[in-house]
Each structure stands twice: as structure tokens, then as C-alpha cells.
């Protein structure tokens, strides 16, 4: 059949103190979308950094062989200069320029470094018109979508004449539907014999579109599946070397009275006066309770949260927060933690962490009085108190002080938990709490979340991964365009009703 | 049962002991980037002792050096704060010169009274530098106008004021001796001086200058309790943490800097003893350096604002009242400003149009030669107040040496991009 397009053959990457990657093999064949899964910190990212000259050719033992030669690339200009693109999680567009000038940045058509506008937009427009993105090569990056910045990336892949795709987690802050969309033109590339390889963290996905997985684990190569043999709990198995029977933990929830409600909450958009964003809702979470809220992208989830807790998006807000039927005041964000209402953000780095300060002050921020006295901090309690959440949690770290902008996503999501469960709230608001986490470090955020449910704290949970809401949570809310549009208990839910719910009201709404 | 099923949990023991030497090699390395900057300050005034022979660690010049640089210390003090929190304040030398400008003209021109008493000029002053932080403060905090630009404003604004006051290009003084003690005066002797060798006394009977060793005791006796102190303090806490269980820094190195410390705070007193005592401007340099030590590294307030330049919106998020934090953190720049002024005022003995112009280059330098990060987040108060030293001893030991004051900024300029390249280097390769 095809021939071997890339063959990555014993790859042994050594940190100063760490092996990341050892004997590391993998064989990409021509034409294929070839999956590579593992845990974070299995090595995936490591490897894709060997492969494109990151790491160049010398600071690594083992071979490349790409397109039957062996490679030494020296840097990225090296691997691209081949056909390699890699495009990172994290986009490398600059918001404040054009598609066309981040499309051809570094690249332009230019005589005498002059730039010939004309030829790059053109380009542009044919580059635009195979990833099926519909915009204007002159729209600044800043005004389309992720989904669209996405595309943009695969456009400028492809404008560097592209042999070997390399995507690192492209649907991590997806929606469903540009996720579909991303797969979709993956598979299209496919038929038009590109090779690509996909690092993902979504096993539907993989299940969708590849053809070969390899699994990665603890920098080895653990095994290499064909498609026949792909399904998830054969890859979950293999990715973290035990059998997780069960990927949620068991609960035995004992719910209580209402602790905590919202009345008829309304939320207008911040920059656009009269657009409405959160239409009169109304929620309730009981005592020892998880409720999920449930809905696509772009719903109003975030915007709830965020306006609930101290206002922190949004005017003109209105509505009623009570909790024990006590109404409370959450018009700032002290305030709101000082009632017991604590909110766990969805972007941990942007909003959740001090990433250039260490663990054990992450820990502790939004509860200095409860390791000070008189405003004077002690140490001593503040490091027992760090090191305790740490086992409590089972952050993964050389201590307390290791900076959390080293950590991995799932053990920086376990400090930004503790830093609120040391808070102590009543209610706890989380956002996506298992985005871009692995399947273990996620199964260790849902037992954590059990554990809180048992102690009596009422829960709410906000996540686009519909299976995760129906494994954990006791209740369901469906939102859709700023509106609660379907409640259920979780015992009675299923992924098609909640579409069922979110599908019925755009009907209504349209 | 049923939630502990999942990974099981390492065994406690097993990472304590794996985390043991970790702990202390990051310690040795963390301690060795703060020692670092100190080494190069001992290293320069080694050299400089060295080209000037022997003149800069002369007592009198000492106290010189002190009361020359105290005021760059005080407001790098303030400078602190306002870069870790992630922001810039240039208006810092304008302010200084303003109140500077405002003291002498309460104490020697307009007829106030009992309120032109220097005490009283003083505390109006500092208000009055709070209320400058404050006004500047609030576009920066409540209306987000970048404090670059806010400040830059402050600096044209209060030179301007303080021209204006000073009536053109003139000068106002003298100021009452009581204000200029300030600068230029000395903590009294309360427990008299101790004569180890009598002075000299030449044939007319008068006694030589310079010659015999009288010791200011009060200043021994501060200077050993404060060295006690100090030692005290660095063995409890010590002693604590072992008590509890942690890993403290290794003992070697914990009594190496003691020593090391003490040995130089020691010479350093002696020095000042055998000439007139402690410079009254380094007594109060000293309470504010221990006073923001401990703000910043014990006081909830000092970790938000450590918080706040690290992360924002995570801090606003945590519920911490950012605004008011920014606030608070330039109207303290304002006040130490206002010290600073008043310190160079009474240096001076008079007000003069230039007082100040172009300190805050000094300021921030000394700030960023200390280690802070320009991103915010990161600086500490004994890096800055070196940095400032490090400036100070360059300007002393180069006026000495008799280098041209046009190299000497050149040389400035080479040793803050020299200590700035260093730090991002040692970053990158940890």
C-alpha cells in the first residue's frame, strides 16, 4: 500500500534529571491521519518538538527518516523548509494583523522588500477557499473567532507547501461545531493525500478521523494501533496502564435543602449597551448537589458565572442571588467569596493562576486571613496549609515551591481547586474544570468534586463535554442564548435530549 | 471508601525524602541570585577602596556616601512597590523637587507661624506627597491610563510647580538647622564617648583633627543590638521551621551569611563610631528598609501586590480589590517622594529649582538593578536597596577617582543593562 512518508526510530530526549522521551518509535505512512495520544507530560509535545527542529538534530539520540532521507533539522526553518508544519495549541497569530499579513508573515511576496499586496492577498483568497474559511484576507485576527484564527493557522500551513500536518490539540477551545468543521477539512486534506498527524486529548475525535494511533506513556512508545482496532476504552487502557472500568468516580449523593439561588438574572454585554446577553435565569443548587449546566458555545455559561461572581463581566445587571434564602450582595468580587461563593475559571492561565509565583501562594491568595493574623502572614501555617492541600489534591511537584507556571494543565487545575477549596466557600462555581486535562488527572478533578459534594458543599459544574456532565452531576440545566431552556436529573438525561432541548429552543428563537 | 479509589495517592514519607535535597539545592540557588547582587556590591567597593586608596571607606567619606544616596534609597523603596505591582512612576524627581520647594518656602518665606516649625512643615509635606500619589493614583487605578503616561505628565507638572514657586530660577534658604539634621546630622551621643587614644595635641596647644580614636558609644551600642537582633531572629525562625519539619536552609550557608553579615554591619559601625555616629538619614533609611521588608514579605498586603503584578485578573478574581491596591501603591510613592525631597532639601540647606531632576532614572534603575521584573511581579526590597547602594558607591568612588561626570553616567548606564542582561540570562537558564 502507501509508503512510509516519516519513521521517528529510538528517540531518547534527555532534561537535565529527566528522560522525557525514550526509544521512542513512530511510523507515519503516507496519506494517513496518524493520532498521537497520552497523558499530559507523556511526551507527545516533546516528540513533535524533536520532529520540527525545536530541539535540533544533536541534542536528541535517535533517527529521523522523512520521505526516505535521514534528517538533521537545525531549527523550524529547517523542518518547514521540508514540508513539516507543526501548529501549536497555543495559535502564533499576531491579533493586530490581517489574515493575509499573518498568513505570509515572514514569507511575503516582496521584491526588494517591498511588499506586492496584491499577490498576497490573492494568495490569501485561494489559501482561504480550501480550508473553507469565508473572510476577508484584510480582517484583523483579532475580529474572527478561534475556530476561524484556527483555519487561518491551516491556511498558513498550507501556504508553506505542506508535506507532514502537524496539529497539537487543534479543538481545545473549539466548539463542538468548529471542532466538526476543523475534522471535516482534516479528512478533506486526507482524500487529497496529505499526511497529517493529530496530538488530541479527545478520543471521539481520534475515533473519527484516524487512521493509526500511537499511544504514548512515561516517554515510551506503549503501542501503535490500526483503525480496526481503535476504540476508546482500548486506548484509555493503554494510555494511562490500567483498565479505568469506570472513568467517573462512584457517588452516593445525599442532597439537602436549597443553599443557593439565582432569581431572574439579567446581563446586558459590556461593550454593546443593548444586547442582552443573560435573559432572566433562574437556577437553584441544593445542599450536597452537582448541578450541570449544559450548552454549546457561545451560550452565556461563562457570562452567568462571571456576572454572578462580583460582576465581574457585564451591566446593567439585574436579578437576585440568595443563599440559605438569604439574599446576598455580590456586587464585587471580595464580597462574593466573603458569602461563600467561590468560582473556578475557565482559562487557568489567564484568570486562575499567578503563573510566575509559586505554588504555595497560588494556594493560599484568596484566603490570606486564614494563614494571617493582624495582616501578618505565618509562614510556617501557610506552608502546612500549602502542603496539605497539595496531598489533598495530589498535585504532582517537586514542592510547594515549584512555580505553577511549570506545572502541567491538570496539576495546574489542582492548585486553582485549592486555592478555593481552602477558601472554604458553601458553593462552588466551576468552569470547564477539565478542559485540556488528561484522562487521568480528570478522573482525579471528578473524585475531588465527589468528595466536596459529600461534604455537603452544593456544586455547579459548566462544561461542554456532555458525558462528563452526565457521569457527574445529580441535575441538569440546558442553556441556550443567554436562557435556561431544559432542566433534568442526570439519571434521566442523555446526550440526545440535552440537544433535543438546545435544538427545540434555537427553533423557537428563530 | 468509594472516592479515595481512584490513582492512589503516593506515599507521603517516600515524597518527603525524595523532596529533601531538591529543596535545599533550589534554596542554595535561589540564595546564590539574591547573594550574587551583594557580592557585587562588596566587589565594587573593594575596588573602589582599591582605586581611590583607601578614601571611600574613610569614616567621613561613609557618612557622605549615606547622606548623599539615602534619598535615592527611600523613594527606590516606593519604586519597588510600584514595579513589582506593574507599574512605573517617573514623576518621582518632580515631586521631590516640589516639596522640597514647598518646605522651604513654609519654613523661610511665607509668614505661617507656628506652622512654619520644621516638624510640622515635615508632616505637611509628607500629606502633601500622599495627596500627589493619590491624584496620580486614581487615573491609573480607577480609570486604567497607563501609569507611564499619568506619571510622565507628573514629572512636567510638579518640576513646573515647583519653578514656578521657587520664583523662576532662584533658590530659597538657608533652612533652620533643626531641618537640615535631617540630612546632615547625627544621632546624639547618650552614653558618651569612649577616648581610646587621646587626640594628638600640637605645639600651640590645639588638638589635630583626625587624630586619636574617640568612639561614639551610642552608635556601638545600637549597632551591636541590631547585629544581635538580627542573628537572634534568623536562628528562631530557624529553629522553627525545624521544629515543624521543614527543610531549612542549609546550616553552612545560613551561618556563613550571618557571619558574612554581621562582620560587615559590624565595620560598618565602627566606622561610623570613630567619626561623628550614625547619620540620623541612615537611622531612618534603616527603620523604612525593615519596615517595607516586612510589608513585603510578612504583610497580606505586600503578597497581593505581588499577586496583582503577577497576575491581574487572577488577582481580581481571588477577590482582591485591585484598584484600590494601585491606589495605595502610589499614593506610598508619593509620600516617600516627599521624604526624599525633604531629604534633599535639607542636604542642600536650601530649595533649588533642580532638586531632584533626573532622580527617577536612578530610582528605577536602582529598582531594576535589584532584580525587579519590568513585567511586574517580581523584585525584592533588599535587591533594590542594593541596586541603589551599587549606584551610590559608582557615583562616590567615580567623583573620587575624578572621572568625568559625562563617563560616569556612561558607566551607569553599561552596569543597569549589564545587571539586567545577567538576570534574564540566569532566568532563561533555569
Not at chain 1, 139 to 148: D, E, P
Not at chain 2, 361 to 380: E, P, T
Request: proline share 3%; net charge neutral.
Amino acid at each position: 500500500m502507501a509508503s512510509t512518508i516519516l519513521e521517528m526510530r529510538d528517540i531518547t530526549k534527555t532534561f537535565p534529571g529527566v528522560k522525557a522521551l525514550s526509544n521512542v518509535n513512530l511510523s507515519v505512512e503516507e496519506g494517513e491521519i496518524h493520532a498521537v495520544v497520552g497523558e499530559n507530560g507523556a511526551g507527545k509535545s516533546t516528540l513533535m518538538k524533536v520532529l520540527s527542529g525545536v530541539y535540533p538534530a544533536g541534542t536528541y539520540d535517535g533517527q529521523i527518516i522523512f520521505q526516505g532521507q535521514e534528517c538533521q533539522f537545525k531549527g523550524i526553518q529547517d523542518s518547514e523548509h521540508r514540508g513539516i508544519v507543526i501548529i501549536h495549541q497555543e495559535l502564533a497569530l499576531v491579533p493586530m494583523l490581517s489574515i493575509a499579513e499573518n498568513i505570509f508573515l515572514g514569507n511575503e511576496h516582496a521584491k526588494y522588500g517591498v511588499i506586492d499586496w496584491d499577490a498576497n492577498e490573492n494568495r490569501t483568497r485561494a489559501l482561504l477557499k480550501k480550508v473553507g474559511l469565508r473572510e476577508d484576507p484584510k480582517t484583523l485576527i483579532t475580529n474572527i473567532g478561534v475556530g476561524k484564527q484556527q483555519l487561518v493557522e491551516i491556511a498558513k500551513a498550507l501556504s508553506k507547501e505542506v508535506k507532514l500536518l502537524i496539529l497539537d490539540e487543534p479543538t481545545a477551545s473549539l466548539s463542538e461545531k468548529d471542532s466538526q468543521a476543523l475534522l471535516d477539512l482534516l479528512l478533506e486534506f486526507k482524500r487529497q493525500g496529505m499526511t497529517s498527524i493529530l496530538i488530541s486529548h479527545k478520543l471521539n475525535e481520534i475515533n473519527r478521523v484516524a487512521d493509526k494511533v500511537t499511544v504514548i506513556r512515561d516517554g515510551r512508545t506503549i503501542e501503535t494501533l490500526a483503525k480496526q482496532d481503535i476504540s476508546e476504552d482500548r486506548i484509555i487502557t493503554s494510555m494511562v496502564g490500567r483498565s479505568l472500568d469506570d472513568r467517573y468516580p462512584p457517588r452516593d449523593p445525599h442532597i439537602g435543602e436549597v443553599v443557593f439561588e439565582v432569581k431572574n438574572w439579567s446581563v446586558y454585554h459590556p461593550l454593546h449597551a443593548d444586547r442582552q446577553v443573560i435573559k432572566g435565569i433562574d437556577i437553584n443548587v441544593r445542599k450536597g448537589e452537582v448541578v450541570g449546566i449544559a450548552g454549546l458555545m457561545g451560550a452565556g455559561r461563562t457570562e452567568f458565572a462571571m456576572s454572578l461572581f462580583g460582576r465581574s463581566y457585564g451591566r446593567r445587571i439585574s436579578g437576585e442571588v440568595l443563599l440559605n434564602g438569604q439574599p446576598i450582595d455580590v456586587s464585587s468580587v471580595s464580597k462574593t467569596v466573603e458569602h461563600g461563593v467561590a468560582y473556578v475559571t475557565e482559562d487557568r492561565k489567564t484568570y486562575g493562576l499567578n503563573l510566575i509565583d509559586h505554588i504555595k501562594h497560588n494556594i493560599t491568595l484568596a484566603n490570606l486571613g486564614g494563614v494571617s493574623r493582624h495582616s501578618v502572614i505565618d509562614d510556617l501555617r501557610e506552608l502546612a496549609v500549602a502542603n496539605d492541600y497539595r496531598k489533598k489534591t495530589n498535585i504532582r511537584a517537586s514542592s510547594v515551591y515549584q512555580m505553577t507556571g511549570n506545572l502541567s494543565g491538570g496539576n495546574q487545575q489542582k492548585v486553582v481547586l485549592s486555592k478555593w477549596l481552602f477558601a472554604d466557600p458553601q458553593v462552588l462555581i466551576l468552569d470547564e474544570p477539565t478542559r485540556g486535562i488528561d484522562v487521568g488527572a480528570k478522573y482525579e478533578i471528578y473524585t475531588i468534586i465527589a468528595r466536596l459534594a459529600a461534604e455537603g458543599k452544593a456544586i455547579v459544574v459548566i462544561s461542554s463535554e456532555m458525558p462528563e456532565l452526565l457521569g457527574i452531576t445529580d441535575r441538569i440545566y440546558v442553556m441556550n442564548e443567554g436562557r435556561i431552556v431544559g432542566e433534568m436529573p442526570a439519571s434521566d438525561a442523555s446526550q440526545e435530549k440535552i440537544m433535543r432541548a438546545i435544538v427545540r429552543a434555537e427553533g423557537k428563537a428563530a | 471508601m468509594s472516592t479515595e479509589s481512584a490513582p492512589a495517592p503516593k506515599s507521603n514519607v517516600a515524597e518527603d525524602v525524595q523532596q529533601g535535597p531538591r529543596v535545599a539545592v533550589s534554596a542554595l540557588m535561589t540564595n546564590l541570585r539574591e547573594y550574587g547582587l551583594i557580592l557585587a556590591l562588596i566587589a565594587i567597593m573593594v575596588f573602589f577602596q582599591f582605586t581611590t586608596s583607601g578614601t571611600l571607606f574613610k569614616p567621613v567619606n561613609l557618612s557622605n556616601l549615606i547622606q548623599q544616596n539615602s534619598f535615592i534609597i527611600v523613594m527606590a523603596l516606593g519604586m519597588l512597590l510600584v514595579i513589582v505591582s506593574g507599574h512605573i512612576d517617573l514623576s518621582v524627581g518632580s515631586v521631590a523637587g516640589f516639596i522640597g520647594a514647598l518646605a522651604a518656602m513654609m519654613m523661610v518665606i511665607w509668614p505661617l507661624g507656628p506652622l512654619s516649625n520644621p516638624l510640622v512643615v515635615s508632616i505637611i509635606c509628607l500629606i502633601m506627597g500622599g495627596l500627589i500619589g493619590a491624584a496620580q493614583g486614581y487615573w491609573i487605578a480607577y480609570h486604567r491610563i497607563p501609569s507611564f503616561i499619568v506619571t510622565l505628565a507628573g514629572m512636567l507638572i510638579f518640576r513646573g510647580i515647583c519653578q514656578a514657586l521657587l520664583g523662576g530660577g532662584s533658590s530659597v534658604g538657608p533652612l533652620p538647622p533643626e531641618f537640615k539634621a535631617l540630612s546632615s546630622g547625627f544621632i546624639p551621643d547618650v552614653i558618651g564617648p569612649l577616648t581610646l587614644i587621646p587626640p594628638t595635641v600640637n605645639a600651640a596647644g590645639k588638638t589635630i583633627m583626625g587624630s586619636g580614636l574617640t568612639l561614639h558609644m551610642t552608635t556601638i551600642v545600637l549597632g551591636v543590638l541590631a547585629v544581635l537582633a538580627y542573628a537572634y531572629f534568623g536562628l528562631s525562625t530557624r529553629r522553627k521551621r525545624e521544629r515543624h519539619g521543614y527543610e531549612a536552609e542549609p546550616f553552612v550557608l545560613f551561618v556563613a551569611k550571618t557571619l558574612v553579615g554581621s562582620a560587615l554591619a559590624l565595620f560598618l559601625v565602627y566606622q561610623f563610631a570613630s567619626y561623628r555616629g550614625l547619620p540620623v538619614v541612615l537611622l531612618v533609611m534603616g527603620v523604612l528598609i525593615s519596615l517595607f521588608v516586612f510589608i513585603t514579605k510578612r504583610m497580606t498586603i505586600g503578597r497581593r501586590i505581588y499577586a496583582m503584578g503577577g497576575n491581574v485578573k487572577a488577582a481580581q478574581l481571588s477577590g482582591i480589590n485591585t484598584e484600590r491596591l494601585t491606589l495605595l501603591v502610589f499614593v506610598n510613592m508619593g509620600v516617600l517622594s516627599a521624604l526624599g525631597g525633604l531629604i534633599i532639601a535639607a542636604r542642600l540647606g536650601q530649595a533649588v529649582p533642580a532638586a531632584g531632576l533626573g532622580s527617577e532614572l536612578d530610582v528605577i534603575a536602582a529598582v531594576f538593578i535589584g532584580g525587579a521584573s519590568a513585567m511586574g511581579g517580581v523584585g525584592q526590597v533588599i535587591g533594590a536597596v542594593v541596586g541603589g547602594f551599587i549606584m551610590g558607591v559608582m557615583n562616590n568612588g567615580m567623583s573620587i577617582m575624578g572621572v568625568n561626570v559625562d563617563w560616569q553616567q556612561v558607566v551607569k548606564g553599561l552596569v543597569l543593562l549589564g545587571a539586567v542582561i545577567f538576570d534574564v540570562y540566569n532566568k532563561n537558564k533555569a
